[in-house]
């Protein structure tokens, strides 16, 4: 495994990630801990979290940190892995109990250390930003948490780069620590949010790239195709939705057609595109049993040659209204 300076920060990651939202609700704790323990043993060393996972229907939000914290006081292995985490969502119908304000940001730290069963989060993330609070004051707590100790880095997740841009004014006039990382939505048929302006934004401030759903949430495997009915799975109607649109068929099945002519999945040459852009630090990944995350970290080994990768972009580009300034 060949790891990853995060951005500028001091500290390394494997070139994947482990998404943990699906603990919980999609599959049990018992589940949970196999893939996790699989996950070290492919030498990951870095896992996804957020304080509401698993906010479902059959589950509640702080399970899938529940059930991390639970493995890690099991496994004793706190010291070699990268926890990431991320506040911001409702923790329970209380109108304070979500946000960004100093307040909350307390509260959620406290909150997730508590599940995690441990002293500190490495990578300390917003899940957006909440219109509702000054973005100073939100840094000036989350800065706290960094000198007491309690958190490491801090990162941002499904942020406009003039959000970011504004933050990092904000941390340098006051000396507070800024968001060393992002995390957007990234994969061969979302491209643009990365690759629009939030590109510029990461290379001139060098900051990490966490990206999530490199497989559009499950679209882009061979349970989908235009010609079948939705596959039995919770994420079907979302991919429906969100996904089926022509222009995401083509690529889905250029997609399906080079995993054919190579002889391995899908999931592998979604991945393995990922894997090919240098703006990405490390792909987070969802994997609802030992066998999906076996084969998605096969994607470690899959090598795209230089017309697939042409032939994958191509099919996959986008078009700006406001091309001239691209
Ligand atoms: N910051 C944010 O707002 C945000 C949002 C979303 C996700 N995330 C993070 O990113 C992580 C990954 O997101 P994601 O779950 O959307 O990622 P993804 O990798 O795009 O999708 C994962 C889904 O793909 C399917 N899948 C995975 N491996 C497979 C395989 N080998 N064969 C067949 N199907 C496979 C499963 O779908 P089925 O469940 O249908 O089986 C799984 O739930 C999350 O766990 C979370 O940590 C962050």
Redesign the pocket.
Same mark, same amino acid.
């Given at each position: 495994m060949k790891f990853k300076r995060l951005g500028s920060t001091g500290i390394k990651i494997s070139p994947i990630i482990l998404?943990?939202?699906?603990f919980g609700w999609?599959i049990n704790e018992e589940e949970s801990f196999k893939v996790m323990d699989k996950a070290i043993e492919l030498g990951i060393n870095c896992f996804?979290?957020a304080d509401i996972y698993s906010r479902r229907a059959n589950s509640y939000p702080g399970k899938s940190e529940e059930i991390i914290g639970k493995w890690l006081k099991d496994r004793k292995i706190r010291n070699d892995l990268i926890l990431a985490t991320?506040l911001r969502g409702a923790m329970s119908d209380d109108i304070n109990d979500k946000g960004l304000s100093r307040r909350h940001v307390r509260q959620a730290i406290v909150g997730s250390l508590k599940r995690l069963q441990t002293n500190w989060v490495d990578l300390y993330q917003i899940?957006s930003f909440d219109n509702d609070t000054e973005i100073e004051e939100t840094l000036h707590a989350l800065n706290i948490l960094v000198d007491e100790g309690l958190v490491n880095y801090l990162g941002a997740?499904?942020v406009h780069p003039w959000q970011l841009v504004e933050s990092f004014w904000i941390s340098e006039k006051y000396g507070y620590a800024r968001f060393e990382t992002v %995390?957007p939505?990234y994969?061969i048929i979302r491209r643009m949010l990365v690759e629009h302006q939030m590109c510029h934004v990461i290379k001139k401030y060098r900051i990490g790239v966490i990206s999530?759903?490199?497989?559009?949430?499950?679209f882009l495997?061979e349970?989908y195709s235009r010609e079948q009915s939705l596959?039995d799975?919770p994420?079907g109607e979302g991919a429906q939705k969100r996904y089926f649109t022509d222009k995401r068929w083509k690529i889905h099945e250029s997609v399906r057609e080079i995993a054919e002519s190579k002889d391995v999945?899908m999931?592998q040459i979604a991945l393995a595109w990922v894997l090919t852009k240098d703006i990405i630090t490390a792909p987070?990944?969802?994997?609802?049993s030992v066998k %999906?995350l076996e084969?998605?970290i096969g994607a470690l080994e899959i090598k795209l040659e230089e017309n697939e990768i042409k032939k994958l972009d191509e099919i996959s580009d986008w078009i700006p209204d406001f091309e001239a300034i691209r």
């Open positions: 998404g943990t939202m699906q999609r996804d979290t991320k899940h997740s499904n %995390q939505p994969c999530y759903s490199p497989l559009a949430g499950g495997t349970r596959p799975t994420r999945k999931t987070i990944i969802g994997a609802n %999906q084969e998605n």
